[in-house]
């Protein structure tokens, strides 16, 4: 079971990235996906949970109208479109797969499988 995420990259406040995560190993469309991420020193934090749909979804309230988490299914992808980025959002990004049972899964050891981060780094 892999995750590799992407897309990361040097920003300045107010643009916009999009990251993506391909998955593998795993009957993607049977999981609900998260984002996480972690700054330094700090603790991993909860950014975006989507069913496995695609149909529900979920934000943590710092990210909630500047983030967007969708999924192709056909392509084992999960994505996380930030727009209106600001430096605090400034952490590596971590996509991972939630232990079986239920989508919508905030706390990191609710997850099993994560993938390697992508740094994003927001320049003031």
């Known amino acids: 079971v892999q995750l590799q995420a992407s897309g990361g990259g040097l920003v300045q406040t107010g643009d916009s990235l999009r990251l993506s995560c391909a998955a593998s190993g795993r009957t993607f469309s049977s999981y609900a996906m998260g984002w996480f991420r972690q700054a330094p020193g700090k603790e991993r934090e909860f950014v975006a949970v989507?069913?496995?749909?695609?149909?529900?979804?979920d934000y943590s309230d710092s990210v909630k109208g500047r983030f967007t988490i969708s999924r192709d299914n056909a392509k084992n992808t999960v994505y996380l479109q930030m727009n209106s980025l600001k430096p605090e959002d400034t952490a590596v990004y971590y996509c991972a797969y939630p232990k079986i049972g239920g989508w919508n899964k905030r706390r990191p050891n609710e997850f099993d499988v994560w993938g390697q981060g992508t740094l994003v780094t927001v320049s003031s």
């Open positions: 989507i069913d496995w749909s695609g149909g529900r979804t």
